[in-house]
Structure formats: C-alpha cells, structure tokens
C-alpha cells in the first residue's frame, strides 16, 4: 500500500465519483501484482484507496463488478483509439476504416503495454453468460462488427462464419502483437501494418 493511501480524508459530500475513481486505481494497482480477480480481495482495495470496506458497496454490487470497472477503463481508451483511427480514413472506403481500427488496435498495444497487459493477464472469475454479454470486451467486438456490416453495405462478402469474424481479427491482432512482442527480433511495427493488410485480404472478397 502506498504512504499516501495510508490516510485518506473524508470526501466531501457529493463528491462520490471522487472515491469511485480512487477505487479503480486502487483496483488496478492491485491487478497488476496479483494477476487475478480471485486473487484480488476487497479489503485490500479498501486499504489501497484509504477507505473502509463496506464504502465499496456504495459503488460497485461485489469484486466482478469492480474489476470488469477497472478493465472498462482500459478497454473504452483502446475502443476510442479505434474510433479516432477509423475517423481518419475515407469515410467512403469502409475498408480503410477496418483496417484503420486494426492497425489502431495492434499500435495500442505496443504503445500502452501496461494497460495492454491489464486486460489479457488479468484471469477472471466465471460468470453466467447472461452476464458474461455485458463485458466491457464488448467494446471492441461491436466496433468489429459495426466495420464488418459497413464493408458487406459496399459489396464485399465476409469469408467463413459471420458471427465469428470479428472473434477472429480480435484474435489475429492480438495473437500477432503477443508474438511481436516476445520475439527477439528488431521491433518493426510496420510488420503489423503488413499482417493487418493480409488478415482483410484473406478475410474479405468481392
């Protein structure tokens, strides 16, 4: 725990989103050295913020709740690096703009490698799969499908499954930045790029 959260003054009345925020850095600290949800107990967040136990209650209905929160961070700043990306291609080529939202996703992770981490080391408990549909994650699977529908508007056919396509660019990029990462050659981002090209050359036709 830091010196700093060690004592924490009372926020003032209507400033709740004050000790919400402070809970999610607390939380997210605390992923990064524990690596798992189940590892993760409550009463250390409240320590880690300053506060005691029960006023994470006020904010979040149990620990799932939390750390899909803390991951939401992380997820929606990845999600709007897409957005931006894609806002910078031709708005008449909805080609570019998947592949803008690719290269966007894939230049993320090798930038924000911390945040990048958060999100796929962090091991998660179980959940339902009514609930399961309300992960953050989402995020990135409906900017996918989103492109994917623009591209069929235009005339391209999506190749394979249409329900797994963006399950299979979600795991395309993110397994070739993991090999881009711990291979030890020199660290060219512009193979990326290059593999993004491919994926859409494999996965979209005329």
Known sequence: MSESAAVRP?????????LREELLRATERLLEEVGSEDALSLRA???EAGVAAPS???HFADKTELVWATLEVSYERLAHAM????GEADEDDPVARLRAQLRAYCHYAITHPANYR??????????????LAGH???LLVRSWHH????CEEAGWRVRGSRAEAPYLLWSAVHGRVMIWQVMPSRKDSSRLDRFVDEILQLLLER
């Open 10 to 18: 009372r926020n003032p009345r209507g400033q709740g989103e004050r």
């Open 45 to 47: 967040v409240a320590r």
């Open 56 to 58: 994470i209650y006020r």
């Open 83 to 86: 957005t931006d990306a894609a």
């Open 118 to 131: 958060l999100l796929y080391e962090t091991r998660q408990s179980p959940v339902d799969p009514e609930r």
């Open 136 to 138: 953050p994650a989402g």
């Open 147 to 150: 492109a994917l529908t623009a």
